[in-house]
């Protein structure tokens, strides 16, 4: 069981995010890093940070943990659901689950179909404004039993969501440059299921090797090299044993992360940054 932490505690572990959070806008870092320290301030089972994407009027999951289904609806669904103009107030420092009115949760397709079935019962729900008013993203954080989370944490976490915005804001994030990051590239593995590809990317050498360039997952990765060999959906599905329609979802977060228009320009990105499918 965890110590309860001291208001100075959960303070220095906000200032640990803010910094991750800078080093993210500055693509020195990942955004999965943010959410690492995120889990200093409050203990989670589930976290995402998405980018609302004004065109697509869809959000993009940048780092997550949540399930499949969960994180599809985070990116598809969310906005139409009834919780939704709740979060959306800017003048709203986050929905807490245990604030939510039960008759709000039992009309929440999110709760009652996503959230519930993992045994979800206490979070926070917080979308994420620039500096000009812009919505740019949302933070979702959820645990599975309830927790007594300290006034501290809930004053951090509206504190921090300047910082958690920017980093979430394509405006803020420039996309990174080919040649920094095939400085930066590393030889990833990524085998998360059986007949899984292996992803090769340049210089090893470095003891930061395990950082994704990009900000790409492990899976965003494997599906970047196969775009290389100029491969369908299906054909990539069948050689990663998932689906096409997993496929698809991937590449939009690929070219959402990378800022690029389509599959042929992630293909030459992945070219520049040395990556090629395995076998």
């Given amino acids: 069981m965890t110590a309860q932490r001291s208001t100075a505690d959960i ?10 959070a800078r080093g993210a806008v500055s693509g020195a870092i990942g955004v999965d890093t943010v959410l690492e320290a995120l889990s200093e301030v409050m203990e ?7 980018r609302w994407d004004p065109l697509r009027r869809r959000h993009t999951t940048l780092a997550g943990s949540y ?3 969960a994180t599809a609806y985070i990116e598809t669904r969310l906005h139409h659901d009834p919780v939704f103009p709740v979060l959306r107030s800017p003048a709203r420092g986050g929905l807490w689950m245990r604030d939510v009115p039960r008759r709000l949760l039992a009309a929440s397709p999110g709760f009652q179909e996503v959230l519930s079935p993992l045994g979800i019962e206490d979070g926070v729900a917080q979308c994420l404004f620039a500096g000009d008013g812009r919505y740019v993203g949302m933070l979702n954080i959820s645990t599975r039993r309830p927790r007594h989370t300290p006034d501290p944490v809930r004053a951090v976490v509206t504190l921090l969501t300047e910082a958690l915005a920017a980093a979430v804001d ?22 998360a299921e059986a007949g899984a590809s292996a992803v090769r990317a340049v210089d090893a050498r ?3 090797a395990r950082r994704s360039p990009g900000g790409l997952s492990p899976r965003e990765l494997q599906v970047l090299a196969e775009l290389t060999a100029g491969r369908t959906n299906r054909e990539i599905a069948e050689r990663l044993y998932i689906t096409p329609r997993t496929v698809g979802t991937h590449i939009e977060h690929i070219l ?13 990105r992945a070219v520049a940054w040395g990556i090629e499918p395995a076998g």
Avoid: F, I, M, T
Avoid at 170 to 190: K, L
Avoid at 256 to 266: G, Q, V
């Fill in 11 to 20: 303070l220095d572990a906000a200032v640990h995010v803010r910094d991750a």
């Fill in 44 to 50: 989670y089972d589930h976290a995402s940070l998405a």
């Fill in 67 to 69: 399930p499949d289904d």
């Fill in 170 to 191: 394509s405006r803020a994030c420039p996309p990174p440059e080919a040649g920094a990051s095939a400085e930066r590239a590393s030889v990833v593995r990524a085998s």
């Fill in 206 to 208: 470095r003891p930061d």
């Fill in 256 to 268: 959402a992360k990378l800022d690029l228009p389509n599959r042929a320009a992630a293909a030459a």
